[in-house]
Each structure stands twice: as C-alpha cells, then as structure tokens.
C-alpha cells in the first residue's frame, strides 16, 4: 500500500514536472533569433543555449572553448546556414562531437545577391527577415525536435501549431503597418544589407553601405553612391542597427539631411532591458520604428 502510494506520488510529481533539467533535451542554437525560435517550439522539455548573445554580431562571431563544451553537451544544433555561421563546422569539428546539424533555413527560397557590391556570398543569410520564412524554420525545428525526442512530439506539435498562429498574426500585422506609410516614402538606408528578404516580403527599400556580411566595411566609393543616391531619390531617414557601427550613418545623415530614424534589429535580438527581446518583439519594433519615422 505504502509503495503504491509512493509510485503514485512519483506519476503525480512526474506529471506537474516533465522537465526535470536533466531530462530535457539539450539545444544549442546559434544566435539569439533561432535560440528565441527554439525556446517557442521547445517550451518546457528543451534545455536551449545560444552561443551568439543578444546584440551580438554572428558575422564576426569567435567562438570560445566553453562553445566547444555546449556542443559537445548537446542533443542538436540549430544553424541558420545560407553562409551565415562561417565558423560553425570548424567548432562542430572542434566539438569532437557527431552531433547533428539541423539548418533552420531548409526549404526558404535564399535570396540570390546581385553582384558588384565587394561580398563573397552567393545568397544572403538574412532569410528571417521575413515572417514566412520564419514558419519554414519553426517547422524544421519542431521536426528536428521530434526526430530527436519522438515522447516529446505531441508537445511540439501543440506548441508549434500555437507559435505559427502568432507569426500569421504578426505577419499581417507588418502588412498593414507598413501600407499605411505612402508608397514613395518606403525606401531608407541601413548600415549593412540585412533586410532584403523584408524588402521582399512588405516592400520597404532598403539601401546600405555595407554589403550582406559586417565582415567587411564600405568603401569610401560605396559611401559616396550611397549619399548622391539620398539626394537624389529623396530618402527620407536613416537607421541604426544594434550590430553595427553608427557612425557611418551619422556621417550620411549629416551630409544629406536624412533624419535618423531610430535603430532596427536585425541579427541579433536585445536582452530584456531593450525593445526586441523576442523574434516577434523584433519585427514589431522595427515595422513600429519604419512606420514612425517614414509617417512624418
Ligand atoms: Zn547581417
């Protein structure tokens, strides 16, 4: 009688706790926006580290030896390939580790740059940026989640579904947002090119500077196009990102009169302090901050 209480006791325990941190499945995804992705899908049974932290540059990243320790203590990693983690196979490698590499982007059209902009990628990593190539990534990872925790599929299955509600949700809200700035108005400068696939999606222009990577910086030549194509088209404002140096902005600002608009987030979220602590938060805040600056 005794043992069968206990038994019962440990069913009820067992029930109100199915992740005991031991238990949950270990996730290393490799920014901040994925980590995000993969906390929505993985809820309560995956344990998810991120290696590029909030306002950090994956561009640029050097992984350190603890990385190295995360992946080799992890279940599966998350990437978000079309050449964005330039240094992920050498840590995988590095890792000693089998572990397997799931790519978020699977299945997204990439987009395919345009030459002569000083870059040496084919396609442009930045696939987040819009919405519904960010359904594609929550299907991947609710599939690799269950390929690799098949007990836990009914979870990831309920907690996808209920996610992509609010992308849709999300995805119209960036619609109506930005058809209500004029039409002639929606064309800005950001420092590097991280917002073509948002270009693609909700038809915002956006022209930078920089090239699709923050690896390499512009050149004069390319600043100076990029102030006579201000004057002439009329850009009405310019904007920050959190991973990148605002200087050069300042400096097209100030030779063009183009206001600063305010920063957008593109590859990296905020911490919690900041206005993009979430994927969501980010394309809101961004929609919000195109629409305040393009409005007036
Ligand atoms: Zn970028």
Not at 64 to 88: H, T, Y
Not at 166 to 178: I, M, N, S, W, Y
Request: glycine content about 8%; aromatic content about 6%; overall charge neutral.
């Amino acid at each position: 009688m005794v043992i069968r209480c206990i038994s019962a006791l440990i069913a009820v325990l067992l029930s109100a706790f199915p992740a005991l941190a031991e238990d949950r499945i270990k996730v290393v995804a490799t920014f901040s926006i994925l980590g995000d992705l993969a906390r929505n899908v993985g809820g309560d049974r995956a344990d998810i580290a991120t290696l590029v932290g909030p306002n950090g540059d994956a561009h640029v990243y050097s992984p350190s030896p603890a990385d190295a320790k995360k992946i080799a203590d992890a279940k599966i990693v998350i990437v978000n390939g079309l050449g964005f983690e330039g240094w992920i196979s050498r840590l995988v490698r590095a890792s000693g580790s089998k572990v397997p590499v799931v790519v978020a982007s699977k299945g997204v059209k990439p987009r395919r740059m345009e030459g002569g902009h000083g870059h040496d990628h084919d396609s442009d990593p930045h696939a987040w940026q819009s919405v519904a190539n960010v359904k594609t990534y929550v299907a991947n990872i609710r599939d690799a989640l269950i390929a690799n925790d098949p007990a836990g599929r009914a979870t990831y299955e309920a907690n996808a579904t209920a996610y992509l509600g609010k992308l849709d949700a999300l995805d119209q809200e960036v619609r109506d947002t930005v058809a209500k700035i004029p039409a002639e108005r929606r064309r800005i400068i950001t420092t590097h090119d991280a917002f073509g696939y948002f270009k693609q999606a909700y038809g915002v222009e956006f022209v930078a500077p920089q090239g699709v990577s923050t690896e390499s910086e512009a050149s004069a030549k390319d600043v100076a196009k990029i102030i006579s194509q201000v004057r002439r088209q009329k850009i009405p404002a310019v904007f920050m990102e959190n991973v990148s140096d605002p200087r050069l902005l300042k400096q097209i600002s100030d030779e063009t009169g183009a206001k600063v608009g305010g920063t957008l987030y593109s590859d990296a979220l905020t911490d919690g302090n900041g206005p993009a602590p979430t994927y969501i938060d980010m394309i809101r805040h961004n929609a919000r901050t195109l629409s305040g600056a393009l409005m007036n």
